[in-house]
């Protein structure tokens, strides 16, 4: 699963006519009105020579909320495109609030209400699936409306960001290890990320809130060789999925690809709460596996004086640089398990934390 980070930008305005009797009144209550949507996605900076789709807004649901805080209109936008002229969405002027949830389909007959909005779940492997660009989702929503009146009209105007409720991940491997590919070598073999959250809220606080945690889910890209081999630092059977096709990924061209994956909030503290981890798995001369881990965790240890990455939250992304110098007759710093954060080794990691303006991480083991 390939993508990247989207920030669209959704232009809201109102319109709502009265009489010319009224054309001097203040601004009443619940006159009518209608609502003109438009949804522009920017062009977008992505590596050179990937083949990762461009990102774009397919369709839209908006709902609008009244002077109750409840949802009172809604529409979709099955293609994308502009909710204007005869395509307006009809509100009064109760309209108070405007949330806007892209590429997720038709929700506007299943939510009805702010509390089942703020509540609706994504599942990363199921339906509004990330992997497509056509699925990737995200929210955004209006402070609240302000009316002035032009001519016989009454007009609001009020600008939405959307922000994909997926955090991004990116992974590059530099291979300098001596001796690779020698009789004796260890070899490379893929990535894989583990303990990625299955699900998220589409509103809400950045993070899962603790009140969610019995509900959690994760995916990763491989099980364990057997069962209880990762233990205490692998959910049980019933708590998470296998799937390779979204977080594992065959090594190829080491020298010029860059693997994605699309992961959702996790706020783990220790190996045991299950952070999320990106490996990257090799095999030794013997057979025996090995694994350079990254936790995208507080407790990792990053270089001194960098920052430090403390949790995975929606709408960043996470740029990771896996560079092996050692031997790679001797197990070129690789360990097992990949659960067990690595305390020293010959591995440098790099991690860029970007949100807009970018913070730059380092590790070395």
Not at 217 to 226: I, N, R, V, W
Not at 316 to 332: H, P, Q, R
Request: with cysteine.
């Amino acid at each position: 699963m390939k993508k990247m980070i989207l920030a669209a930008l959704a232009v809201i305005t109102l319109l709502a006519s009265c009489s010319k009797e009224n054309e001097n009144a203040t601004i009443g209550q619940g006159v009518k009105a209608t609502l003109n949507v438009s949804v522009n996605a920017p062009v977008l900076n992505r590596a050179a020579g990937t083949s990762l789709p461009t990102d774009a807004v397919g369709n839209f649901c908006v709902f609008i909320t009244d002077n109750r805080n409840e949802i009172a209109w809604s529409a979709y936008s099955s293609a994308g495109s502009d909710l204007t002229g005869s395509d307006a969405v009809t509100v009064t002027t109760n309209a108070q609030n405007v949330y806007v949830v892209a590429n997720a389909g038709d929700l506007t007959a299943s939510i009805t209400t702010l509390a089942q909005l703020n509540a609706y779940l994504t599942d990363l492997n199921g339906t509004g699936s990330q992997a497509a660009a056509a699925n990737r989702w995200a929210t955004g929503h209006s402070a609240a409306l302000s009316f002035t009146q032009v001519g016989n009209d009454f007009k609001a105007t009020t600008n939405i960001t959307l922000t994909f409720i997926a955090a991004r991940i990116t992974v590059t491997v530099d291979n300098q290890m001596t001796g690779y590919g020698d009789p004796g070598s260890l070899t490379l073999d893929n990535i894989a990320v583990l303990n990625a959250r299955g699900e998220s809220h589409l509103f809400g606080t950045s993070l899962i809130p603790a009140t969610y945690s019995p509900g959690k889910k994760f995916y990763t890209g491989f099980d364990e060789p057997s069962p209880g081999d990762f233990a205490p630092n692998w959910p049980v059977i019933a708590d998470y999925t296998v799937a390779t096709s979204l977080l594992s990924d065959p090594l190829t061209n080491m020298a010029t690809d860059t693997y994605y994956y699309y992961v959702f909030e996790n706020d783990a503290t220790t190996a045991a709460h299950l952070p999320t981890i990106v490996t990257l798995l090799g095999t030794d001369d013997d057979g025996s596996p090995l694994s350079w881990p990254v936790h995208l965790a507080p407790y990792e240890q990053w270089t001194t004086g960098s920052g430090s990455v403390s949790s995975i939250e929606r709408g960043k992304s996470y740029n990771i640089n896996i560079k092996l110098t050692s031997d790679a007759t001797n197990g070129g710093g690789g360990t097992w398990p990949p659960t067990e954060p690595v305390i020293s080794s010959t591995v440098e990691i790099t991690v860029s934390l970007t949100d807009w303006v970018p913070v730059t991480l380092a590790k070395e083991f």
